[in-house]
């Protein structure tokens, strides 16, 4: 296929996860020469990157791809892709649905879209769903960021709460090896990257699928080691992790991150429900007591750490005292930023086939009661900043004000000040606070006064 003057386009939905591996396939694209392009619809070759967590985002891509497919009775050369999570959910079917699509990849084929798309341009229309051992990478990703990059240590989910399409659809927990994340993120220091943040789906899982057991028999590639085996990088500033489980946090972690000075001071740690019945149904597999042991113990030993979580409402038999349990958990911990939603029933998923599905008024009422309480709450919290000096990585130039950049405190606040992004890109600046709001913070540079007395 010659792909000179060839464009392509990446749509991304969904989690960081998606968008990492978004990224890694734009840079499979770009060393088999496509050029990216901005606007789908100047494309060449259309990949959307899809996310089925919740029914409105799986239902997002098909009215994209329905414009696409249009398009490509104009455009017969066009190339339509469909990755991630829909792809997986879908399959074969996705075809039926959108004959016009050449492809349909789950999230493991990511680095494998070379090899596909090799097979689309023989002429076949093809289908890779099936499990497979994800290898590492040889292409470098197209980041979008040239300060902060994030980096995969383990894909998949062996967990299975009973509303998640994550182990259905991201297949088995396969972690990476310790050498291997940090040959890329020493790689990313070269590149200059100043942060990183390490994923995956459930982190506390890292090293379980890896060999070698300690001598006190736990396993021997942990999180909590490979924080402390990548710290040294020079270059890399800070190092954060997402997303946390609380059935396995470990005081063990939380003592890494405060002997670590790289390793910043936020937590994001999903509690889904505060009602014990609840995270039982969801099958979590911790109480809401352990929950808040776990926000105690970080805050022993780093008082002013942030706490960021998820949180579903109007699970299947939900009452509303057993709601009003997730309220005085959020009230009680004060969290710096929660992500709500609706319980969405999802294919594949025991909790969706019961019987004691709450209506959509029930769940919006909730919904809306939660967030007008997470907003109080999150002012709360932003109150503490008000007048400190935060240290601040700079990202980007602010879109809304271009005299401001913006970046994010350690604690992972939004800070936007007066500077020049040329000058200060991806450095570290200390920023007094002039103005706190819920999400975010305003402020100005502290200039260092050089005492010549
Ligand atoms: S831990 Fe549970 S909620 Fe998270 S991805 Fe795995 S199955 Fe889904």
Same mark, same amino acid.
């Given at each position: 296929?010659?792909?000179?003057?060839?464009? /392509?386009?990446?749509?991304?939905?969904?989690?960081?996860?998606? !968008?990492?591996?978004?990224?890694?396939?734009?840079?499979?694209?770009?060393?088999?020469?496509?050029?990216?392009?901005?606007?789908?619809?100047? *494309?060449? $070759?259309?990949?959307?990157?899809?996310?089925?967590?919740?029914?409105?985002?799986?239902?997002?891509? &098909?009215? &994209?791809?329905?414009?696409?497919?249009?398009?490509?009775?104009?455009?017969?050369?066009?190339?339509?892709?469909?990755?991630?999570?829909?792809?997986?959910?879908?399959?074969?079917?996705?075809?039926?649905?959108?004959?016009?699509?050449?492809?349909?990849?789950?999230?493991?084929?990511?680095?494998?879209?070379?090899?596909?798309?090799?097979?689309?341009?023989?002429?076949?229309?093809?289908?890779?769903? =099936?499990?497979?051992?994800?290898?590492?990478?040889?292409?470098?990703?197209?980041?979008?960021?040239?300060?902060?990059?994030?980096?995969?240590?383990? &894909?998949?989910?062996?967990?299975?709460?009973? /509303?998640?399409?994550?182990?259905?659809?991201?297949?088995?927990?396969?972690?990476?090896?310790?050498?291997?994340?940090?040959?890329?993120?020493? =790689?990313?220091?070269?590149?200059?990257?100043?942060?990183?943040?390490?994923?995956?789906?459930?982190?506390?899982?890292?090293?379980?699928?890896?060999?070698?057991? #300690?001598?006190?028999?736990?396993?021997?590639?942990?999180? #909590?080691?490979?924080?402390? /085996?990548?710290?040294?990088?020079?270059?890399?500033?800070? %190092?954060?992790?997402?997303?946390?489980?609380?059935?396995?946090?470990?005081?063990?972690?939380?003592? *890494?991150?405060?002997?670590?000075? !790289?390793?910043?001071?936020?937590?994001?740690?999903?509690?889904?429900?505060?009602?014990?019945?609840?995270?039982?149904?969801?099958?979590?597999?911790?109480?809401?007591?352990?929950?808040?042991?776990? %926000?105690?113990?970080?805050?022993? &030993?780093?008082?002013?750490?942030?706490?960021?979580?998820?949180?579903?409402?109007?699970?299947?038999?939900?009452?509303? *005292?057993?709601? =009003?349990?997730? $309220?005085?958990?959020?009230?009680?911990?004060?969290?710096?930023?929660?992500?709500?939603?609706?319980?969405?029933?999802?294919?594949?998923?025991? *909790?969706?086939?019961?019987?004691?599905?709450?209506?959509?008024?029930? !769940?919006?009422?909730?919904?809306?009661?939660?967030?007008? $309480?997470?907003?109080? !709450?999150?002012?709360?919290?932003?109150?503490?900043?008000?007048?400190?000096? =935060?240290?601040?990585?700079?990202?980007?130039?602010?879109?809304?004000?271009?005299?401001?950049?913006?970046?994010?405190?350690?604690?992972?606040?939004?800070?936007?000040?007066?500077?020049?992004?040329?000058?200060?890109?991806?450095?570290?600046?200390?920023?007094?606070?002039?103005?706190?709001?819920?999400?975010?913070?305003?402020?100005?540079?502290?200039?260092?006064?050089?005492?010549?007395?």
């Amino acid at each position: 296929m010659n792909t000179v003057n060839k464009k /392509y386009n990446i749509v991304t939905f969904g989690c960081q996860m998606n !968008k990492a591996d978004s990224e890694r396939m734009a840079g499979i694209l770009d060393t088999m020469g496509f050029e990216w392009v901005a606007e789908p619809e100047k *494309a060449d $070759l259309v990949l959307y990157n899809t996310c089925t967590i919740r029914d409105n985002a799986e239902q997002k891509v &098909y009215s &994209y791809l329905g414009r696409q497919a249009k398009r490509k009775h104009q455009k017969p050369d066009l190339t339509l892709v469909v990755a991630g999570c829909v792809a997986q959910q879908e399959g074969e079917q996705l075809l039926r649905r959108v004959p016009e699509l050449d492809l349909v990849m789950g999230p493991q084929h990511a680095n494998r879209l070379e090899d596909l798309l090799q097979q689309v341009f023989d002429g076949n229309q093809v289908v890779a769903t =099936e499990p497979v051992h994800i290898f590492e990478d040889i292409t470098k990703p197209r980041r979008d960021s040239k300060v902060t990059a994030w980096v995969n240590i383990i &894909y998949g989910c062996n967990e299975r709460c009973s /509303y998640c399409v994550v182990p259905n659809v991201r297949g088995v927990e396969q972690s990476r090896t310790p050498e291997a994340i940090k040959g890329e993120m020493a =790689e990313l220091a070269r590149q200059g990257y100043t942060e990183i943040t390490l994923l995956g789906q459930n982190i506390d899982a890292y090293g379980r699928d890896l060999p070698g057991t #300690t001598p006190e028999g736990r396993h021997q590639h942990t999180l #909590t080691d490979l924080l402390y /085996y990548v710290h040294d990088i020079p270059g890399i500033e800070r %190092i954060r992790f997402a997303t946390s489980h609380p059935r396995y946090f470990t005081e063990r972690l939380i003592k *890494a991150c405060y002997d670590l000075p !790289k390793v910043c001071e936020h937590f994001h740690i999903p509690f889904q429900s505060g009602d014990n019945e609840i995270l039982k149904a969801m099958k979590r597999g911790y109480t809401h007591e352990k929950y808040r042991r776990i %926000i105690a113990k970080i805050r022993e &030993y780093m008082p002013d750490a942030a706490i960021s979580a998820d949180a579903i409402v109007g699970f299947p038999g939900e009452t509303e *005292a057993q709601f =009003e349990n997730t $309220l005085k958990l959020v009230d009680d911990i004060g969290f710096d930023i929660l992500n709500t939603a609706a319980y969405s029933p999802r294919p594949g998923t025991p *909790a969706a086939l019961w019987d004691n599905q709450l209506s959509e008024a029930v !769940k919006s009422d909730r919904l809306q009661r939660i967030n007008h $309480l997470v907003s109080i !709450k999150a002012a709360e919290r932003s109150a503490r900043y008000q007048d400190r000096i =935060e240290t601040v990585l700079v990202e980007d130039q602010n879109p809304k004000n271009l005299t401001q950049v913006m970046g994010r405190t350690r604690g992972n606040r939004l800070t936007f000040f007066p500077g020049d992004i040329e000058e200060l890109r991806g450095k570290i600046v200390p920023v007094k606070i002039t103005e706190v709001r819920p999400f975010s913070l305003t402020g100005e540079v502290v200039i260092p006064v050089f005492n010549n007395g």
